[in-house]
């Protein structure tokens, strides 16, 4: 279903800035407010937007703690009823009814870039401060189970029970904790241009120029909750890899936030909504069943850093030529290898209470997979499915399937359909387990 209905709004756009683009229009912002039109309009037919969840597309205002931010927002969703702003058709809403805001440009320069850049930035910080607010006067206590799961697959560490135990953490990883609670809870933001970059390349180097650029005196510039949750320009995308619905890694604490890919932006807005969708009212999604996934190129890894008294971002780019890009839109879903030395760990967890001790004897291991016991554990660690728990080595998650070959190795996946699927297009002998903590 989804990929009809990111069809359907694909066509809707495309149809649509044809149209406008025929229109000759002196005024700068008339055309500017059309194509608002197109992208509102498109978002909010029957084959995006699931109806009975009382949600709408509008133009206007967001107040936060009842004060209204001057800027204007092209396009948001938004849940509930909003204020009407005098006689126009602009709506004041709340931030916390707030699920997704739009910056819609024509043709996405740098300037515009760096604008909406901006703009967005002003609301996130706005909510933040509002956040934090909830959490010191109200007693606010928000459900960390969608940042924690996140977290331990970044860092390979349990994340903590309750917000306030956030101190606890190092502060190395207490920025990655707040960012991704941050990432759950603030309203997704979207750049949405119809126009501009022409190539991949371009895109991405936009933005690392941005980055770059975008620096206080104390050489102190965007955090990762600062940035879009989405940018298109023509049909390149640069995505946050929030876990909304897209996360990337690459080894043990090498996370991947920012990713690009180079076709159907639709689908990637319409997926970033419906993760937000979810989020919010908790429900389910009509996801297809589906191996396909994006294809999407890394561009920027990111971790916690500190350096004496100050704790910041620590960004490392990927920026290969424009040829180098070029890829298949989709790639397949696999789940995470496992070695036969990974896999007989794991069997000894099923049997020690779903967890290992590295504290017990385990030079066996090297002498009979010549793999040390530093090495399994780092492999079970950057799978993203593992956790070292204070010297115990168990499941991020509360139920995990681990699929064993005849060769003795093995694969992991929390999703028990997606990892059917795979094994049945495989066409290999397998023995699923269930591996249950709890």
């Known amino acids: 279903m989804i990929e009809k209905a990111s069809e359907i709004l694909e066509q809707f756009i495309a149809t649509e800035s044809l149209r406008v683009e025929g229109i000759k229009m002196p005024h700068m912002p008339t055309l500017g407010s059309a194509y608002e039109e197109i992208t509102r309009q498109g978002i909010d037919s029957n084959f995006v937007i ?4 009382n949600l709408k597309v509008v133009s206007g205002f967001i107040s936060v703690a009842g004060e209204m931010l001057t800027e204007q927002i092209d396009c948001m969703l938004v849940h509930g009823d909003g204020e009407k702003y005098g006689l126009t058709e602009q709506y004041i809403y709340d931030i916390e009814l707030v699920l997704c805001v739009f910056e819609v440009k024509k043709t996405l320069n740098k300037a515009d870039f760096k604008d909406a850049f901006e703009h967005l930035n002003k609301i996130r910080q706005k909510f933040a401060q509002l956040f934090e607010k909830k959490l010191i006067e109200d007693g606010y206590e928000p459900n960390l189970a969608a940042p924690s ?8 560490k349990p994340a903590p029970e309750k917000y306030h135990n956030i101190h606890d953490l190092e502060p190395e990883d207490g920025i990655l904790f707040y960012a991704l609670v941050q990432e759950c809870y603030a309203p997704a933001s979207i750049i949405h241009g119809y126009g501009g970059y022409k190539t991949e390349s371009g895109l991405r180097k936009a933005f690392v120029n941005i980055l770059s650029e975008e620096k206080d005196s104390n050489g102190i510039g965007f955090g990762i909750p600062s940035f879009p949750t989405l940018v298109t320009a023509n049909n390149y995308c640069l995505v946050k890899n929030n876990g909304f619905p897209y996360m990337a890694l690459q080894g043990a604490s090498n996370w991947v936030a920012v990713s690009s890919t180079r076709h159907n932006p639709a689908c990637m807005m319409l997926e970033i909504i419906w993760s937000k969708i979810s989020l919010y009212f908790d429900v389910s999604m009509p996801w297809k069943d589906t191996l396909e996934t994006e294809n999407l190129s890394p561009l920027l890894t990111a971790s916690g850093r500190r350096e004496g008294e100050q704790v910041g971002w620590w960004y490392r780019t990927n920026e290969p030529s424009e040829k180098l890009l070029q890829r298949e839109a989709k790639t397949v879903w696999e789940p995470s290898f496992l070695s036969e030395a990974a896999i007989t760990l794991t069997n000894l967890m099923l049997i020690r209470g779903g967890q290992f001790d590295v504290a017990e004897s385990s030079g066996w291991l090297e002498g009979k997979f010549g793999a040390t016991f530093d090495e399994v554990t780092e492999e079970l660690l950057s799978s993203g499915y593992f956790m070292d728990d204070n010297g115990l080595i168990r499941p991020i998650e509360t139920v995990s399937y681990i699929a064993s070959f005849d060769d003795h190795s093995g694969v992991i996946a929390t999703d028990r359909q997606m990892l ?12 699923i387990s269930v591996f249950a903590f709890v």
């Not at 699931?50 to 969840?53: A, E, R, S, T």
Request: without cysteine.
């Open 50 to 53: 699931p109806k009975g969840l």
């Open 149 to 156: 799961k996140l977290f331990s697959q970044i860092t390979g």
């Open 420 to 431: 059917e699927l795979w094994l049945e297009e495989r066409g290999q002998d397998f023995v």
